[in-house]
């Protein structure tokens, strides 16, 4: 049995219209509407009860420009959709008789699927929002039904040989196609049956409500002012622009804050946050996205380590008691109500509207800088320490130094603190870290060094590191880039393990590298056909000969593979299909099987069978001796291109996967009273900043 990838992300529309009988989305148009879904969900009846267009269409998603299809051009209409999968150039359905035949279930490869660009201009067609997707969704056991019923009263070529796995596995093909197309910002909604009210895809303290999903405005122009003119050009609706001050001053209705580039202070009772513009250094302006941080302090400290949120251009954000996530990171008191106020970015603005406000909003500006013109104080000690760290400029070490710095590295190692040693000598392939660290847990990185170098310049993290009060844990598969044409250059992946070594001799017992697959030489190491340990290997021994390979291979055959703390796990990429015991998970190498699933397996889906699940979490845990649902963090398997962390994944709560390796920037999660926190920053090309510093 599958998981199903929307379980608790459907949330009902509450603006509808009806049309014909059936609801509809408040303010979606009826010539925007496409339905698709597997054979026998009932799209045929859907259309002709609605008196769309009678015949049926096909689209294959994986070709570029499908959007302008012709198929499109008369809606409401039954789609039928081609997916990309492994093995296949063309697209397939999922009753064309390559998919239905296959020994194997087909694996679906989601990153084939091509996306219309966006679009903002008037004289472009914006397709993400010219069309809004319908996925019609029964449960497969009415649909299974439903098909068995028909195939007794007529032939239907698409229901011979039918079987409940079948409609199941064609089911949860088109719910991961449903949620990444909402991811990729296409206008999607689901519905369980033609008599069930129409659901939006949300994670669950998710407040952006799609245009098309509410209810238009009560506004009405007056067309004798500036405003009212302007609102029937834009259908925007004048907002009180707020001014702000160095005193304090009370929000007490709906207010707009401009994009200015400084900070602002906005307190709630007791509680302080600082909302600043997030503006990266070395970027230029035009690729800039207006958001903005929240955070709970203007400064980072020594004596704590804080989270933060963000508020991305088109986001609402609910401040209050109700939205799980931001509670999570800021701990809201008793005088922040449920749901206190809503904030939303709006082109890099700040719209302010009170809920429920049982205690005042003060908001104050927080000094006069603006942080386009600057390097923070904190971020410039950091970024002259990693210099200091690394020797100077972040270039290839020399031989030398080379050899001498991974020597470094093995002899720590070695003598590991946190690791059990075999009676063979040799280290077991478990670190345990102490419950008293601040933990900070960074995903597949895979050569992108800027990346590593903002995690490491940012919310004082050095710092921490330095005074033993957190500790840094690389789920391995730092190397080998993913960037097309970079794929068979291995000089990034090698820049980048010189950076890891030096900041692992800098902080022995709080920087930790935990054993990737593609840490390796092996031949088995590839990506699109391109044989990346091998070339890892071979440009190592151009470089620095083969006492520094040696010293490499021995580099991978200390690393840890499982970490530990009293309250949480991490490996690289998953539990063992069999529950371990401790002895076991020490002795890992020894038992080449679960060694290879810890490395390679991945999450269990409608296309990867063979994966892991729900009750292999559980066993990972009972064997670590963890408590239920403590959380278990992964990397290795992106869920889709466009996140960089996906919290309780496959629907098993306390399993998080994160991805540091993002060409928009890392994610990483720091753990926070127990829970894991989703922590993103933005990409600068730091390696090209500090290298420009004397």
Not at 224 to 253: C, Y
Not at 321 to 343: A, M, P, V, W, Y
Not at 400 to 425: F, Q, Y
């Amino acid at each position: 049995m599958t998981t199903n990838p929307l379980k608790k992300k459907l949330i009902p529309i509450k603006d509808l219209q009806e049309i014909r009988g059936v609801q509809l989305p408040a303010r979606l148009k009826f010539v925007q509407l496409v339905v698709t879904g597997p054979p026998g969900a009932g799209k045929t009846y859907y259309i002709n009860k609605v008196h769309g267009w009678p015949n049926e269409g096909y689209v294959d998603l994986t070709r570029k420009g499908w959007w302008k299809d012709q198929t499109l051009t008369y809606k409401p209409r039954e789609v039928h959709l081609g997916f990309p999968f492994k093995g296949y150039d063309e697209a397939l359905t999922v009753f064309d008789k390559e998919w239905l035949d296959a020994e194997e279930p087909l694996f679906l490869e989601l990153d084939r699927i091509q996306i219309p660009p966006r679009s903002n201009s008037l004289f472009q067609v914006n397709y993400r929002t010219r069309y809004i997707f319908e996925f019609l969704l029964p449960d497969p056991a009415k649909i299974y039904k439903r098909r068995m019923a028909r195939h007794k009263e007529g032939y239907f070529p698409v229901d011979k040989n039918l079987t409940y796995d079948m409609v199941t596995r064609q089911s949860d093909i088109y719910r991961e196609v449903a949620l990444y197309m909402d991811q990729a910002g296409m206008q999607v909604y689901v519905r369980e049956g033609l008599s069930k009210v129409p659901m939006r895809i949300a994670e669950k303290d998710d407040v952006n409500v799609p245009a098309w999903a509410e209810a238009s405005s009560d506004f009405k122009p007056d067309l004798t002012t500036l405003a009212g003119w302007k609102w029937l050009i834009s259908h925007e609706e004048p907002v009180n622009w707020f001014t702000m001050t160095d005193e304090l001053q009370e929000i007490a209705r709906e207010c707009r804050i401009p994009h200015d580039g400084k900070t602002f202070e906005m307190i709630i009772g007791s509680q302080h946050f600082v909302l600043r513009p997030e503006i990266p250094k070395g970027v230029k302006k035009k690729h800039i996205q207006k958001n903005w941080v929240i955070a709970r302090s203007k400064d980072c400290s020594t004596d704590a380590m804080y989270g933060f949120a963000r508020i991305r251009v088109g986001d609402t954000v609910l401040i209050g008691r109700d939205n799980h996530q931001f509670d999570e990171i800021f701990h809201f008191g008793s005088d922040i109500s449920k749901r206190h106020l809503t904030i939303t970015n709006k082109k890099g603005d700040l719209i302010f509207i009170p809920q429920d406000m049982k205690t005042v909003v003060q908001i104050v500006r927080s000094g006069d800088q603006d942080i386009r013109e600057r390097l923070s104080t904190n971020r410039f000690h950091a970024v002259t320490a990693i210099r200091e760290i690394f020797g100077g400029d972040i270039t290839l070490l020399s031989p030398d130094d080379a050899l001498s710095t991974i020597r470094e590295v093995n002899e720590i190692l070695h003598h590991e603190v946190h690791r059990d040693s075999l009676k063979s000598g040799e280290l077991g392939a478990l670190l345990t870290i102490p419950d008293d660290q601040t933990l900070l847990i960074v995903g597949d990185l895979h050569a992108n060094i800027d990346n590593l170098l903002k995690i490491l310049t940012e919310n004082c993290l050095l710092a921490h590191l330095g005074v033993s009060s957190a500790s840094l844990i690389i789920l391995g598969d730092a190397v080998h880039s993913e960037v097309t044409g970079e794929m068979d250059s291995m000089d990034s992946s090698i820049l980048m393990m010189d950076l890891i070594f030096k900041m692992k001799c800098h902080f022995p017992e709080h920087f930790f590298y935990l054993l990737g697959n593609h840490d390796s030489f092996n031949r088995n190491i590839s990506k699109n056909g391109i044989l990346q340990g091998v070339l890892m290997r071979k440009r190592l021994q151009e470089l620095r000969g083969e006492t520094y390979v040696a010293e490499m291979q021995r580099f991978y055959d200390l690393l840890p593979v499982v970490m530990k703390t009293g309250s949480c796990a991490a490996c690289h990429a998953a539990p063992p299909r069999k529950k371990l015991t401790h002895k076991e998970i020490v002795h890992l190498r020894q038992h080449p099987k679960y060694f290879k699933e810890i490395l390679t397996n991945r999450i269990k889906r409608s296309h990867y069978l063979a994966g892991y699940e729900k009750r292999d979490v559980k066993g990972f845990r009972e064997s670590l001796g963890l408590p239920k649902r403590a959380p278990f963090v992964v990397g290795h398997t992106p869920l889709d291109p466009f996140n960089s962390f996906w919290k309780n994944a496959g629907n098993i709560k306390g399993h998080h996967i994160i991805y540091s390796g993002h060409p928009d920037g890392p994610s990483l999660y720091m753990q926070i009273r127990g829970k894991m926190i989703p922590l993103s920053y933005p990409a600068e090309p730091l390696l090209k900043i500090i290298n420009e510093m004397s």
